[in-house]
């Protein structure tokens, strides 16, 4: 989702009479289709006002990334929260993303992605990438400024937010204003124009077929194939194709900058006004009219491999777990202040229990001995992280290995967060690492000003 100005809703109008989708649930994920393999899937199956996974999904909060955009690139005028008044499972299998008004007219919402950016075909396979969702039901007047979106970003975008969208960003669905349309789009290349017509994008939509898109549930699939020449990516909605964009469309180096990374990781979130709402409805939203409190449902979301080789988005086999800290596996959590050695740092109290390390600001770092990788490559890292920083501080959380002079395989930027003690999860990309290293944290500011406390990290491949 997404910086674009307006993709006209003329873009393609197709009408294909389809049995309707049911509007209940199905509370599992429909068996997989012949010649496919799961690759990964979450059924939102749980309690009734309880958080989705947290091995699956990183909740968004705030109005950006920290260090990156503002109102995440879009012009969209919610705050993202992780209450459950925004964000919940409803006890019937599925995840429901509310957007709410206030009485003093501020709107939130709720943005999650998944915690695994690998997402991609296998050599020489497709990648199909599925959900099953109803938008909010909402339309007409009441529903100006809603923006529902089922996408999938490039995994290099995490810990940078500045690359975009040579990254590639392939969004499934995404709805406006509560009109009967689903919208295809691709971004890449460069902004403006490129091959991607940014702001834009390569889109294309169409109606829901049978019911409404707000109406009913609908399956919304993407498809990535390199088992063609040119390759081709293609969207489809309950199970009729829509829209294609091949390889040679794209050209070079905008085709491998896309694709030749780590993978994508997907997202699911209800923004609220921002350009692409505002430019279809011709003037700002959400308006006096704008109606709050109508969800977003998501009965599934799953990802299939077909075909290939050696399969990327399989679940590798991590080494065996140890105690964390040093000598243990990367793959559980380090807690910080269990550091070997360190400069510059303070252990205190943590609202989240335990210990956190403190007082962090650039040329400090902490150092963790004998952390072992496994055989398996690390692919990126995730650190649990606080900031109360003043306005214009912020700074750099990097990984090293085996000397503090060694140059960063990892970093993520980091700017106030709410409080020394409000935390988030904050992953950032790192050079795929193999073996048992010594691991240092270390951080770096353009400010000599105290800028980060971290609770815990650990790395995910």
């Given at each position: ?249 794209v050209g070079e180096p905008h085709w491998s900058n896309m694709t030749s990374h780590a993978g994508y990781f997907i997202l699911l979130n209800v923004a609220m006004g921002g350009a692409f709402p505002n430019g279809v409805a011709g003037s700002g939203t959400p308006t006096a009219s704008t109606v709050s409190g109508r969800p977003m449902l998501v009965d599934y979301v799953a990802v299939y491999t077909s075909g290939g080789g050696t399969n990327p988005t399989?679940?590798?086999?991590n080494p065996p777990t140890n105690p964390p800290g040093g000598g243990g596996s990367a793959y559980n959590q380090i807690q910080a202040e269990s550091f070997n050695a360190q400069s510059g740092v303070i252990v205190e109290a943590c609202s989240e229990g335990g210990q956190n390390i403190g007082a962090v600001r650039s040329g400090d770092w902490v150092q963790f001995n004998n952390v072992n990788f496994g055989s398996t490559p690390a692919r990126d890292f ?80």
């Open positions: 989702m997404k910086r674009r100005a307006l993709l006209s809703i003329a873009t393609v109008t197709i009408t294909v009479a389809a049995v309707a989708a049911a509007v209940s649930a199905n509370a599992s994920v429909p068996a997989t289709p012949s010649g496919w393999t799961l690759a990964w899937s979450d059924d939102f199956n749980g309690s009734a006002n309880s958080l989705p996974s947290s091995a699956n999904w990183i909740i968004d909060t705030g109005t950006s990334y920290p260090g990156g955009p503002a109102n995440w690139g879009t012009g969209e005028i919610q705050t993202y929260t992780n209450s459950t008044s925004n964000l919940s499972l409803d006890g019937s299998g599925n995840l429901r993303i509310t957007p709410v008004r206030n009485s003093s007219g501020q709107w939130t919402s709720a943005r999650v992605e998944t915690q695994r950016s690998n997402f991609k075909p296998p050599s020489g396979g497709i990648l199909r990438i599925e959900g099953r969702i109803q938008m909010p039901n909402v339309t007409g007047a009441a529903a100006a400024g809603y923006w529902p979106a089922f996408w999938a970003l490039g995994a290099p975008y995490r810990g940078n937010y500045w690359n975009w969208p040579a990254i590639g960003e392939f969004d499934i669905m995404e709805n406006v204003n509560g009109i009967n349309s689903v919208w295809a789009v691709l971004h890449c290349g460069v902004a403006p124009g490129g091959p991607c017509n940014e702001n834009n994008g390569l889109g294309a939509n169409r109606a829901c077929p049978g019911s409404s898109c707000q109406s009913a549930f609908h399956t919304y699939r993407f498809e990535w194939d390199t088992s063609v020449s040119p390759q081709q990516l293609r969207w489809y909605v309950d199970g009729q194709l829509f829209h294609t964009v091949t390889q040679s469309q399989n679940p590798p086999t995730v650190a649990r992280v606080a900031s109360g920083a003043g306005g214009g501080v912020s700074g750099l959380v990097e990984v090293r290995l085996d000397s503090r002079s060694n140059a960063p395989i990892g970093s993520f930027a980091l700017a106030n967060t709410g409080g020394w003690q409000s935390w988030r999860s904050i992953p950032g990309n790192i050079t795929p690492t193999t073996g048992t290293h010594t691991v240092f944290l270390t951080f770096t500011s353009g400010q000599p000003n105290d800028f980060v406390n971290v609770n815990w990290f650990q790395f995910r491949n």
